[in-house]
């Protein structure tokens, strides 16, 4: 699901991006250097309190999905995230993986309440290269790959199953991101990419923006906002269909160790 808005805000974030890094190619030793020693940092167990609107189809029937963020600890079974850095002067590698377990519920037309468990898996690796700067921005262009596995269970509540699946695939992502430090302490971070892969419909777009407080040198603290838009539709017909069109987004809140 992808409205005219949010499409138009990605493509000129990511113009934007691109843009700067066709403007200037300063040396890679510039603002963005490390003297050419590994710098890591780890973002254990942050928080995105994601909420789900769009539809999952499984064969012939389409289950609504509108689980709003705010009732995403109502909804939460489980849930494990960590994110992974490691920069060398120009040079980052990064990998992240989340998954979480959601059991909300939802309402047919005809009345009838459904249960749906909804367990999503995405794990992604990538890599940056810093491409322009000034002294209080730097500039990257992205590229890596996003691995998605969703599992999905709907029955009518206290009655039948009605769906159950167990979905992957991929997508190649491109894109840029962009630090712009605001004072001693406070650093804003944009992130904007796109993804195609494998598949009949097969595309992604991932919108990122938060806030970084370093209260040590080994520390600091995030919060921000994370939209990640699907479209997936693996092509098959019938009982082997699988298609999902929906945008995930919400609050993120986290610690990042630097070392």
């Known amino acids: 699901m992808f409205s005219a808005t949010p ?14 890094a066709g403007i200037s190619t300063v040396q890679a030793a510039g ?5 050419g020693e590994w ?5 254990p167990l ?4 994601q909420g789900i609107e769009g539809t999952s189809s499984v064969g012939p029937s389409t289950t609504p999905l509108d689980i709003k963020f705010e009732d995403a600890f109502d909804n939460l079974e489980a849930t494990f995230t960590i994110h992974y850095e490691m920069k060398r002067d120009a040079l980052s590698l990064f990998a992240e993986y989340q998954y979480v377990d959601l059991q909300p519920t939802a309402e047919l037309p005809i009345g009838a309440e459904l249960d749906i468990g909804f367990k999503d898996t995405i794990a992604e690796l990538g ?9 209080r921005t730097d500039w990257e262009v992205i590229a890596g ?4 596995k969703q599992d999905m269970n709907v029955s009518v509540k206290d009655g039948p199953k009605l769906v159950s699946v167990d979905q992957d695939w991929w997508v190649g992502f491109f894109g840029g991101r962009m630090a712009g430090k605001l004072s001693k302490n406070w650093t804003f971070i944009a992130r904007a990419d796109y993804g195609v892969g494998p598949g009949d419909t097969n595309r992604m777009w991932n919108l990122q923006g ?5 209260f040590r040198d080994w520390g600091s603290v995030f919060a921000g906002y994370k939209w990640l838009d699907y ?7 019938g009982v082997d269909r699988f298609a999902y069109d929906a945008t995930q987004q919400g609050p993120l809140l986290g610690l990042n160790f630097h070392w």
């Open 210 to 214: 938060m806030f970084d407080y370093r």
């Open 39 to 43: 710098e890591f940092s780890l973002a």
């Open 145 to 148: 790959a996003r691995y998605t």
């Open 46 to 49: 942050f928080l995105w309190a």
């Open 31 to 35: 603002g963005n250097s490390t003297n």
């Open 231 to 237: 479209n997936y539709d693996n092509g098959k017909i």
């Open 127 to 135: 890599v940056g290269y810093w491409v322009a700067g000034t002294e």
């Open 7 to 20: 499409r138009k805000c990605a493509t000129q974030i990511l113009a934007v991006l691109l843009a700067a």
